[in-house]
């Protein structure tokens, strides 16, 4: 496995590589690796020549300096974790080499709605930080495809558009793969390492209340079912819910009533001590 830190070095060298015709599948990361990153290494392995994984904790979409600071990081283990998962080249870029000026620390993108709701609205700036770095990151990869994970639903969207409005030029085709759950139904995600094991223990109850909206919905309205939602997960000590919507998937229209012909998508965020999560569910795919 290749590692290559500096920007220009990796783009001529996978230059190369689709001048002999490689086709080259990307999964962009901030490291902190688990299994549901592994599920998008082995997605972009079924489909590419050359699978390229970066790592870089972008600080520019963290709104919180202090989730910043305390976000999980591990180089070591991540390599040898991409090594065994038969990964073919990493990028691990410094802050410089990805905003060498304050002025690249700027969005040039605007996506109106979908960075309004939900995530766009609860963390101010987070998908221009999203966006920007993940433009950057396209133009130097140049990938034919990109992996996405569905549990982070509003970003996939936002990637989405980003890829097929503004770097339609680059043709990179984005991909979203499922969600990987632990044993107890709790969405993999690097922040759980930093759960104490009482809150790890807690927050089991995010996704066992989505797979009941799930069964449920229906026998609610929708503001019926937020307060149920919110009612479950606010009775744990351990956990405080930010914001629980149904939402169409892929215009995310807020849903008003369940005769919608739409696929819609419950999303929750929820505050478990310091750490925040969040998690989503389909509730009807028709
Ligand atoms: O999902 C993530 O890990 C990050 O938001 C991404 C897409 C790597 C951009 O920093």
Redesign the pocket.
């Known amino acids: 496995m290749e590692v290559f830190e500096k920007a220009d070095t990796v783009s001529k060298f996978i230059d190369k590589l689709k001048a002999e015709g490689k086709k080259i599948g990307f999964v ?3 490291g902190a690796l688990h299994r549901g990153h592994l599920s998008l290494i082995e997605a972009a392995r079924k489909d590419n020549d050359i699978v390229v994984a970066s790592i ?1 904790v ?1 600080p520019t ?1 963290f709104n919180n300096p202090n989730d910043l600071k305390n976000y999980p990081r591990n180089l070591d283990r991540d390599l040898k974790l991409l090594e065994d998962n038969n990964c073919d080249l990493v990028f691990t870029p410094s802050v410089l080499e990805i905003y060498p000026d304050e002025n690249s620390k700027k969005s040039e993108y605007h996506f109106g709605k979908i960075v309004e709701v939900m995530e766009g609205k609860f963390r101010p700036g987070h998908f221009d930080g ?1 966006a920007n ?2 433009s950057r990151l396209f133009k130097i990869i140049k990938p034919d495809n990109a992996y ?1 994970g569905q549990k ?1 639903f509003q ?1 996939y969207i936002l ?1 989405k558009t980003l890829a097929d409005k503004y770097l339609s030029d680059l043709h990179i085709q984005v991909h979203r793969c499922p969600i990987i759950r632990e044993k107890d139904g709790l969405a993999m995600s690097s922040r759980n390492v930093l759960l104490n094991p009482e809150q790890r223990k807690s927050s089991a109850l995010i996704a066992k209340t989505l797979f009941w909206a799930k069964d449920n919905y229906q026998k609610y309205t929708v503001d019926e079912l937020k307060k149920q939602i919110a009612d479950k997960i606010n009775a744990d000590k351990n956990l405080k819910i930010e914001y629980i919507e149904f939402v169409s998937d892929p215009e995310l229209d807020e849903i008003s009533n369940w005769d919608s012909e739409q696929k819609i998508v419950a999303c929750i965020a929820v505050q478990v001590g310091d750490v925040r999560l969040i998690d989503n569910i389909y509730l009807s795919l028709s």
């Open positions: 962009p990361t901030m870089f972008n979409q999203v770095v993940v996405f982070d970003q990637i």
